[in-house]
């Protein structure tokens, strides 16, 4: 005996066909958005797939002489990709100046809120009657990110940062990219958005990780940073090119040990745009009498011109980029 067709088995088969087209298109838009989230910036900025794409970057140039040394032979050298530069400390005017004579070095500003040394220190540009929760007992920057976080707002952290930007500009220098010496941008949400919210307003790439890998992301939050669905959404609705990862040179016990530790750090990093920090400076009295790490950086001022380094990045096939270059593609997508 046939069934009869009622309206309300037709409306019945429109439903169920709706609910099929419906769930159909979500699955591709999760399919889509799950595709989006694997094509790794460094494929997005046009380099070759799959491959590992590397900015060597020197921390703490302008810190003392021996760090501007250490820098400036590697940068002639093109030896290192990038480098930033400290403008609260001693030596940050004549490594602005050097920056400015060699405009095609890709040189940015290491936004400085602490001062770790116990007997070379440094202060606020602005005058610390406006920055006062980023001012120590002692007239200087407090020694940790946790002094911050604990006693200053993220209103005086974004005075403070872009007095240190200004300072370079007045000076006749455009900063190439901007970072955060010892992650203290990071250290509290409200501070990275005051970071993000200035590299936009400048135009001025950060050094802002790509929180939506969650291997990424899970990793600074075991080392202590506050990432968490804020932070994250924070990051990703940053405008400008972000980085896959970000990793700092290993320490060793001797030279030949760190060079071995660097070469298991790359071999283990997966494809995609990584910045590597270190912290290079010539042996120096001076150094000797700021840190009890001298040694470490004395040996990363000569890695990176050690000849079994070199043969190394290229039986890797590392690529090797900058701000400057990032910057570049990421214009010609925007076109």
Not at 61 to 89: F, H, K, R, W
Request: glycine share 6%.
């Amino acid at each position: 005996m046939k069934q009869s067709i009622t309206t309300s088995n037709v409306l019945r088969l429109i439903a169920i066909f709706s609910l099929v087209i419906f769930a159909s298109s979500c699955n591709q838009k999760q399919e889509k958005s799950k595709q989006e989230q694997e094509v790794s910036w460094a494929e997005k900025l046009g380099y070759p797939s799959g491959k590992k794409v590397l900015i060597l970057h020197a921390d703490d140039a302008g810190m003392c002489a021996e760090a501007n040394i250490a820098t400036i032979q590697y940068l002639e050298n093109d030896q290192i990709q990038s480098a930033a530069v400290m403008t609260p400390c001693l030596n940050a005017e004549e490594f602005i100046q050097w920056a400015i004579d060699h405009p095609d070095s890709d040189v940015g500003i290491h936004l400085t809120l602490t001062s770790e040394w116990k007997t070379y220190r440094w202060s606020s540009i602005t005058s610390p009657d406006q920055v006062p929760g980023l001012i120590d007992p002692d007239g200087m920057f407090w020694p940790e990110v946790y002094d911050v976080v604990k006693h200053a707002s993220a209103e005086e952290v974004e005075i403070e940062i872009r007095a240190q930007i200004d300072l370079a500009i007045s000076m006749g220098y455009q900063p190439d990219h901007l970072d955060t010496h010892m992650g203290t941008l990071y250290g509290h949400p409200t501070y990275l958005e005051a970071f993000i919210n200035v590299a936009e307003e400048y135009g001025i790439p950060a050094n802002i990780i790509d929180l939506s890998d969650s291997l990424v992301a899970n990793r600074f939050k075991q080392e202590g940073y506050p990432i968490d669905d804020n932070v994250i959404g924070l990051v990703g609705r940053y405008s400008l090119p972000k980085l896959d990862n970000f990793t700092s040179v290993p320490k060793g016990d001797t030279y030949e040990e760190i060079i071995e530790n660097f070469k298991a750090l790359v071999k283990s990093l997966p494809s995609g745009l990584t910045e590597i920090i270190f912290h290079p400076s010539v042996q120096g009295e001076q150094l000797k009498s700021i840190t009890g790490s001298w040694q470490q950086r004395v040996w990363e001022a000569e890695m990176f011109s050690d000849p079994s380094l070199i043969s190394f990045f290229k039986d890797e096939e590392i690529i090797f980029t900058n701000w400057k270059e990032i910057m570049l593609r990421y214009n010609k997508i925007e076109e």
